[in-house]
């Protein structure tokens, strides 16, 4: 769920998107169940008229904390405390208003909904970590006319504190501080009955960049500052068969976007760039499933393409934007085991490679390995929403990740 995932300034923004639903949890506890019924005083017992409330923060099945009911109720945006915890930018938090709307349900008697509606999202949020990169933004994920059209529209404000490493990801790197707007706007339609959806896509990137040349330890020298902007529009194609947005056990999501940036449509670069994100998912036994992502990044031509707008590695225990390039592939499994109708634990392990210049040199790049475990939640039973922690390592790094639902989401 969210934009591309490239732009290494925009890292902040993936996070608050992976730590949005997470808060939930945390909302709940904060928040008082219903009052309890005043008892009734002395004298002949009157025919209730009402059904009970329902608990909003258990479920009336198994009796544990759940947060369907409290997600379903209508009582407006949620507060919602955001956990960050990026190698990139070190730790810390933040806050977010979100309302999430599900379809009503189907009147008695009446047939099931024939596939799965994914709910439309508005959330608006601002966090910030310890080296001093922070953001602030608002999204809305528009699901209208019973699934038929998909809207994604977003406007971000960020301040970055990262390293560039270069083409390839080798070196000590140099030290840079972006603030950047951010504007994406995305709409898709849904071919006839099937599961193909097609649309287009257009976005904006307007960073203003400071580089600290030698990582200040060059005297004399002062840093270097820029401003540019790159901006694209193209169409994509996508197809999605999951049964849950949020933490699928079946079904495939594939999404294809072909995009040419150039300053016609606001920016200050002319290139192309192809992104395909692609994850299956296998029920392999009642309480077993497994899930494949291939994801890959391209920008094929000679086109000068902006460094936050390079291609990166994105993988759990990989710093973002760590390993840049023309061209980068990753591929992720993850098994989930079921121990419980609440508990889930998760094993994962990726492969990625980047290529500085020619597409062809994927194949000889080195590899980028990472591998963790973590567990999973069940928060909201009855809407199939998963979270919990991952912790990965990497050869470079290591991390603890906040995931909520797939660590896939799109």
Not at 96 to 102: D, I, Q
């Amino acid at each position: 769920m969210g934009p591309a995932k490239s732009p290494a300034f925009l890292l902040s923004l993936r996070a608050w998107l992976a730590g949005v639903v997470f808060g939930l949890s945390g909302a709940a506890l904060a928040a008082a169940e219903p009052a309890a019924v005043t008892a009734a005083p002395a004298g002949p017992v009157a025919t209730p008229t009402e059904p009970p409330v329902e608990s909003l923060f258990k479920d009336s099945e198994d009796g544990y904390f759940d947060l369907t009911n409290f997600i379903l109720s209508k009582r407006g945006f949620l507060a919602i405390p955001i956990v960050i915890t990026e190698p990139a930018v070190g730790y810390g938090g933040g806050a977010a208003l979100l309302f999430m709307k599900y379809a009503p349900p189907p009147p008695p008697g009446a047939p099931p909904p024939k596939r799965y509606v994914p709910p439309t999202i508005t959330a608006v949020a601002g966090g910030l970590t310890e080296n001093g990169t922070w953001f602030g933004g608002l999204i809305h994920i528009g699901v209208w006319q019973e699934d038929n059209l998909r809207y994604l529209g977003a406007l971000a404000r960020a301040h970055a504190v990262l390293k560039y490493y270069g083409n390839g990801g080798e070196g000590a790197g140099l030290n840079y501080e972006t603030d950047a707007w951010m504007f994406l706007q995305q709409l898709q339609k849904r071919l006839g009955d099937t599961n193909w959806f097609y649309g287009a896509k257009y976005l904006y990137i307007g960073p203003d960049t400071t580089f600290s040349i030698g990582n200040g330890s060059v005297p004399g020298l002062q840093p270097i500052e820029f401003n540019s902007a790159t901006a694209g529009a193209g169409g994509m194609i996508s197809y999605d068969s999951r049964n849950n947005n949020f933490t699928p056990t079946k079904g495939v999501k594939t999404e294809w976007f072909a995009g040419y940036y150039d300053d016609a449509l606001g920016g200050d670069f002319s290139y192309w760039r192809v992104d395909a994100f692609n994850v299956f998912f296998w029920e392999l036994a009642p309480k077993l499933s497994l899930g494949l992502r291939v994801e890959g990044h391209f920008t094929p031509g000679d086109g000068r393409v902006p460094f936050y707008h390079q291609p990166s590695i994105n993988l759990r225990g990989v710093p973002a934007a760590r390993f840049q390039g023309r061209h980068t592939l990753v591929t992720e499994l993850e098994l989930d085991w079921s121990v419980s109708p609440r508990w889930t634990l998760v094993v994962f392990g990726g492969d990625g490679r980047v290529s500085a210049e020619d597409f062809d040199d994927l194949a000889d790049a080195d590899d980028v390995f990472s591998y963790g475990a973590g567990f999973r939640y069940t928060l909201a039973r009855k809407l199939g929403i998963k979270g919990g922690l991952d912790f990965a390592w990497s050869k470079e790094d290591s991390g603890i990740y906040i995931t909520v639902g797939s660590a896939w989401p799109r």
